[in-house]
């Protein structure tokens, strides 16, 4: 298991932006399909954004299609730029890294970081 730690969150107003990096110390993440999950209070986590090994396609949760991008940042950061933030989109977000090509369940991460809070005030 690799401790992933991500980086960025904070306190927004609906319509702004923020960036999320997550790094890993010493992985390559090219070998890796990395996802952004998320947990908002007394719900599940889900799946936001992923990009896949290999191919390094991407693919998005269909309420964040549009407004949040998921791209590498070099050989060892994932980043997640989300515009347009939403007060739905308040919640704890988390890194994620696995094997699974396209990885969108919890069961298929092998590796999570420790979670960044987003606030989005209405």
């Known amino acids: 298991q690799v401790t992933l730690v991500e980086s960025g969150g904070g306190l927004v107003q609906a319509g702004g932006s923020l960036r999320l990096s997550c790094t890993a110390p010493?992985?390559?993440?090219?070998?890796?399909?990395m996802a952004w999950f998320r947990q908002a209070p007394g719900k599940e986590r889900q799946f936001v954004a992923g990009i896949r090994w290999g191919s390094q396609s991407t693919y998005y949760a269909d309420d964040v299609k549009g407004r949040f991008t998921i791209s590498r940042d070099g050989a060892k950061a994932v980043a997640l730029q989300m515009n347009s933030l939403k007060f739905e989109d308040t919640a704890v977000y988390y890194c994620?890294?696995?094997?699974?090509?396209?990885?969108?369940?919890?069961?298929?991460?092998?590796?999570w970081g420790q979670g960044t809070q987003v606030t989005v005030s209405s």
């Open positions: 994620a890294s696995g094997t699974v090509y396209t990885m969108t369940s919890t069961r298929d991460v092998a590796s």
């Open positions: 010493g992985r390559i993440f090219s070998s890796y399909t």
